[in-house]
């Protein structure tokens, strides 16, 4: 009995061991840490409820060991388990530094079909202004930076990089799974489930994304290595709507060229207002 007591016990601390374990890791494994301390409570219980039937202590002494015992497991369980999801919370709230785009579905149906073939589509901002081509080819090849949209899953999937004006890449989208560089090799940047934005250091949108079932809403400034590059943005003319493709040069736009900024979509800073789209 002592020996599958002393089992038990080992069992019990093992469990206790593995769910503050992997609280530590990064990202925690929440559900593992929760399942490690529940079994580890039981186990606990079980322990105490065997050792009762043992010899040797009073029944003095087992009364006041249960109570103990009782108070602990039971009263750090809800406490333990309220952190715990407290933490995943917080955690799921904190904006990273990589995440994957899902469009919204809508009821659009994205034309994919064997007699048609998969044509990529693009629209520059909410702008009306879109692009068509096949998805075997980029839609466009920014000096040498190729922008994609493909058509898996019956869903609409970018790919493209960006660079800053000295060819250095803080930004990056692959089939829709994005990652950016952090400060201070961009200001900040923010997202939803379908959207996704990155603000450069002199608080200018260089990258706007949002996913549809149909398309991909995208604006953005793609840089070559010699520091020239091309703005892709909504007109913000009204006598003129439509899209601007403007020439840029280490951050500038062209001389005699109206400055035409990407708006922002998101409300900053994220870590205040992760995932708030703009009033």
Request: neutral net charge; proline residues 6%; hydrophobic residues 40%.
């Amino acid at each position: 009995m002592n020996t599958f007591l002393g089992i038990l016990g080992t069992v019990t601390v093992l469990l206790l061991g593995a769910s503050v374990g992997v609280m530590s890791m990064s990202p925690p494994e929440y559900a593992i840490a929760r399942g490690a301390f529940v079994g580890a409570m039981i186990f606990g219980v079980l322990t105490y409820v065997l050792w009762l039937s043992t010899t040797g202590e009073t029944l003095a002494v087992k009364i006041i060991v249960g109570t103990i015992c009782g108070a602990v497991a039971f009263g750090a369980l809800p406490v333990v388990l309220n952190w715990i999801n407290a933490t995943e919370i917080r955690n799921n709230k904190s904006p990273k530094y990589a995440g994957v785009l899902h469009a919204v579905k809508n009821g659009v149906l994205y034309s994919n079909t064997k007699n048609l073939g998969a044509v990529s589509m693009i629209e520059i901002g909410d702008s009306g202004t879109k692009i068509f081509t096949n998805e075997d080819q980029p839609i466009i090849n920014f000096y040498g930076t190729p922008l994609k949209v493909e058509v898996l899953d019956g869903e609409a999937k970018v790919s493209t990089q960006i660079k800053d004006e000295t060819g250095k890449l803080i930004a990056e989208i692959n089939k829709n799974e994005w990652a950016t560089g952090q400060p201070p090799a961009i200001w900040d940047r923010n997202y939803s489930d379908d959207s996704f934005e990155v603000i450069n250091p002199n608080g200018d949108v260089v990258l706007q994304i949002r996913a549809l079932p149909d398309r991909i809403q995208i604006q953005g400034d793609w840089y070559g290595p010699d520091g020239h590059g091309k703005r892709m943005v909504k007109s913000n003319d009204p006598a003129n709507p439509g899209a601007l493709f403007l020439s840029l040069y280490r951050g500038k736009e062209e001389a005699g060229v109206p400055h035409v900024p990407i708006k922002r979509m998101f409300q900053y800073p994220s870590a205040l207002h992760f995932g708030e789209l703009s009033k």
